[in-house]
């Protein structure tokens, strides 16, 4: 089952505020800083989310944080440096650990690096209703959110464990 904050959130219009600040800063990042190498990974930034590991903000806050993805998202896909550059740029929304989700604006190279911890696979499932219609317009991945842990053994071999926390939706 997933969980939800069911606390207020004091403050709201500030946390909107917040992540409309935080958009700003991902629009207008300069292309020229991106690492032609390695690229660049967008976290969400606000304060409440990122004190308390994996808790997921209000619920009526999401569709305020799945409109600015989506703007982000539209934005830098006509974004020109980015275009010239010929980097890409995908969103990761973990589903249910939303704010996890992170925004990565890189070569191709890092992209099918990336691409390959989750494995995404084109599906035809219907996302969260939580997402509402914001990516529509985009293609839809689904892969697996998996966390690893080490074990080790008398025989000097470690041994990792992999434990599903959900999924993850690629949009390009």
Known sequence: MTKFSRKKIRGFDRKLKQLDRWKNFILTFPADNINKTAGVTFRIHLSPFIWFGDKNPH?????????????????????????????????????????????????????????GQIKPKETKLIPPRLFGNYFDEF??????????????????????????????????
């Open 59 to 115: 619920i009526k806050f999401h569709k305020h944080l799945y409109k600015a993805y989506f703007d982000i998202l539209q934005k830098l896909k006509g974004n020109r440096d980015i275009i010239n550059n010929d980097f890409k740029v995908q969103l990761w929304l973990y589903y249910p650990r939303t704010v996890r989700s992170i925004i990565f604006v890189g070569p191709e190279e890092q992209y099918q690096k990336r691409n």
């Open 139 to 172: 293609t839809l991945k689904i892969g697996d959110d998996n966390i690893f842990e080490s074990i080790d053994n008398n025989n000097e071999n470690t041994e990792w464990l992999t434990h599903r926390q959900g999924d993850v939706w690629t949009v390009e």
